[in-house]
Every structure is written in C-alpha cells, then in structure tokens.
Antibody, heavy 119, light 107 residues
Framework: EVQLVESGGGLVQPGGSLRLSCAAS????????MNWVRQAPGKGLEWVSC????????YYADSVKGRFTISRDNAKNSLYLQMNSLRAEDTAVYYC????????????WGQGTLVTVSS | DIQMTQSPSSLSASVGDRVTITCRAS??????LAWYQQKPGKAPKLLLY???RLESGVPSRLSGSGSETDYTLTISSLQPEDFATYYC?????????FGQGTRLEIK
C-alpha cells in the first residue's frame, strides 16, 4: 500500500524553526517528485514547494521562498521541509504529496501534520 | 501566477441531483487540471487528472471536461458520500495553484 506519513509539527514561537518529515512506503520513492502543500485552519489549499526525484529541480511558493527549504533522502525514503523564520501566517496543516513528475497531479497525500506559530 | 477561480463557492443539493462545479484559469492551461475531494479532517483525495481522466477507484458518476481556461466537474447523481469540499488544481506551471474550493452541502 502506498503511504505517506508526516511528522514534526507542533507549536513554535514566531521567528522560530521547525523541520517536518514525510516517510514514504509502498512505492519506489526515488522515482517520484514530491510536494508540500499546506492548509490554514478553515482555508483552502496552498502549494508550498516541490522537489524532483533526483533533487536537481526545486521550486517554492513566493510566500516561503528564502525561509523554507525542501529536501529529500532517497536512501531513507524521506522528504523534509526545514522551516525557518516562522510567522503566524505559516500556521497550517502541512501535507506531503507524491507527484508523477514535477508538474503533475498529486496522489496520494499524507494525513498532514499541524504547525502552529504563536507566542 | 495562474489564478484558479471556482464557482460556486458553496452549493446545496439533494441526493440524486446532478451538480456541476466550474473552474476557470486566468490563462490557458492545456488540460493540466486535477480535481480533489476533501472531507473534514482528512487529506484531499484525487478524483480526476488531465481534466477528464478518472482516477482508479473513483465512481463513474463523476466526470470532468473542459479546455484551455474553462473546466467543469460534474456529479451525475449525488450520493451521500459526495458531500464534501472540492478543489481544482492547475499543474501547467509553477507556482502550482488551487481554486478556493466548493463546499457541497446536503439540502
């Protein structure tokens, strides 16, 4: 069964840092692009970042560029999101999602991990 | 950035009704469009991709159509499990963008 499991969310103060992880199983992780998508409480979906299967290509939303860093470890079947200089507006459920290629639909999605930025 | 505008933002309907949700892109996206269903507290689920291709396991009462800037998701006969929020997504170019969502409620 294809599965994505996020972890690392929690409560952090404004200006703080957090590292999210996404553990993949049930498929050849190194063959797929991966994405992070977030959803603020009661709001819609916002794409955050994507990384190609070989790590050669990375894109970010303008709202996180310069503060967030996406990475992956294909040997560990894991995707990461390092989040620095966090702001209240970064509060959201963060989902990892698999993509067939860099510009593609997302399937499946993980269950999400909640990040709350508050003092 | 490509803006995705969904309409309506909410919709009340009854079991058995036929409903259509529209998604308009601010520029042509060459059928690079997906539809997702999200239920409260759950992750989004892929329904269709490439505008009209049904994901495996998704009921055939759902269908998608459109081209260039205008796309639709149609549910031919609503079932109780269809009441949820629906999002369109363009993957034609980065930043990948989503519509604001359409909440489908029971009348």
């Amino acid at each position: 069964e294809v599965q994505l499991v996020e972890s690392g969310g929690g409560l952090v103060q404004p200006g703080g840092s957090l590292r999210l992880s996404c553990a993949a199983s049930g498929f050849t992780f190194s063959s797929y692009s991966m994405n992070w998508v977030r959803q603020a409480p009661g709001k819609g979906l916002e794409w955050v970042s994507c990384i190609s299967s070989s790590r050669s290509t990375i894109y970010y939303a303008d709202s996180v560029k310069g503060r967030f860093t996406i990475s992956r470890d294909n040997a560990k079947n894991s995707l990461y999101l390092q989040m620095n200089s966090l702001r209240a507006e970064d509060t959201a459920v963060y989902y990892c999602a698999r993509a067939y290629q860099l510009l593609s639909w997302f399937d499946p999605w993980g269950q999400g991990t909640l990040v709350t930025v508050s003092s | 950035d490509i803006q995705m505008t969904q309409s309506p933002s909410s919709l009340s309907a009854s079991v058995g009704d036929r409903v259509t949700i529209t998604c308009r892109a601010s520029q042509g996206i060459s059928n690079s469009l997906a539809w997702y269903q999200q239920k409260p507290g759950k992750a989004p689920k892929l329904l269709l991709y490439a505008a009209s291709r049904l994901e495996s396991g998704v009921p055939s009462r759902l269908s998608g159509s459109g081209s260039e800037t205008d796309y639709t998701l149609t549910i031919s006969s609503l079932q109780p499990e269809d009441f949820a929020t629906y999002y369109c997504q363009q993957y034609y170019s980065t930043p990948i963008t989503f519509g604001q969502g359409t909440r489908l409620e029971i009348k």
